[in-house]
């Protein structure tokens, strides 16, 4: 084909196109080609996220069916792997147990009693949430305080002043309106449940390293102010425990008095813990190192 043609083709292409937009209108437009590709890429994109949340959700559903085939005794091995070891993560003994029904509780409680003492404080969330489902509230709240009272040791020893104030705030956003309402009608059990919790502490004094838990916790003050938060050294973990149990007895020796007195009828039922709540306060100087 000479060149002549070829021009003459192309002029003629050229021609038709412009009368097939004249016609389209503004759908002939590049202005309406950008905005219908624009379209398409959201579109998209929106399927992608969508997909990729249907894989997650798919994932998390298959991860819970492989627990659940497993036997309760498995989390005993887990136990000894990640809890007893010093490179192990409490936080995946935690997530087992999540995933497993609450019908297992009582079978897995007893098997990890031997255990409690190097859990993660909220490994006895889950503890709390398997009561609530079986209905036994008042298990639960002692759960609860329990994980409570764990989680501030925990706090308390990660060298921040901001930490013990923030695990408070998690857990008090943690959903927990059953026990609150529950608790709210049977005030006369805020001490006893109080007194389990220390009672239970001395039984089993805590003995995990909370090092990974700071790591996590301190993140966000270390970012916004530039430090480097150091833990407390574990030459005084046992005064801090001592302090934290200390301060605690005397918050529920308090509450008792205002019984007494006939003044605590208008506590609401978010501070059933309002002893524990006091331990917040121990004086622990938290330690930071200004980065270089």
Not at 107 to 129: D, K
Not at 176 to 181: A, K, L, P, V
Not at 249 to 268: F, R
């Amino acid at each position: 084909m000479s060149q002549k043609a070829r021009e003459r083709k192309r002029r003629e292409r050229e021609r038709l196109e412009r009368e097939a937009r004249e016609k389209l209108g503004f759908r002939g437009s590049w202005e309406y080609r950008a905005i219908k590709w624009l379209f398409k890429f959201f579109i998209a994109c929106a399927f992608i996220l969508y997909a990729g949340m249907g894989s997650s959700l798919t994932w998390t559903w298959l991860q819970t069916k492989y627990v659940r085939m497993q036997p309760p005794e498995r989390a005993v091995d887990i136990a000894k792997k990640e809890l007893l070891k010093p490179d192990g993560d409490p936080e995946i003994l935690r997530a087992w147990l999540a995933m497993r029904p609450s019908s297992d509780g009582a079978a897995l409680r007893q098997l990890l009693e031997p255990y409690v003492e190097w859990m993660s404080g909220a490994t006895f969330v889950v503890y709390s949430t398997w009561m609530v489902d079986q209905g036994k509230m008042e298990e639960a709240a002692f759960w609860r305080q329990y994980a409570l009272f764990r989680t501030r040791y925990d706090a308390l020893r990660c060298g921040s002043a901001d930490a013990p104030k923030l695990i408070t705030k998690i857990m008090k956003d943690f959903p927990q309106h059953s026990i609150n309402e529950y608790m709210q009608a049977h005030p006369e059990l805020h001490t006893k449940i109080l007194r389990q919790v220390l009672d239970f502490d001395a039984k089993h004094p805590p003995l995990n390293d909370p090092t990974k838990f700071c790591k996590a916790i301190v993140a966000g003050e270390e970012f916004r102010n530039e430090i480097k938060v150091e833990m407390q050294p574990r030459s005084e973990w046992t005064g801090i425990h001592d302090t934290l149990r200390g301060v605690s007895y005397y918050g529920i020796l308090h509450i008792e008095e205002m019984k007494k007195a006939g003044k605590e009828g208008g506590t609401p039922a978010g501070r059933i813990g309002s002893g524990l709540q006091q331990s917040l306060q121990t004086p622990v100087p938290p330690k930071k190192k200004r980065r270089p």
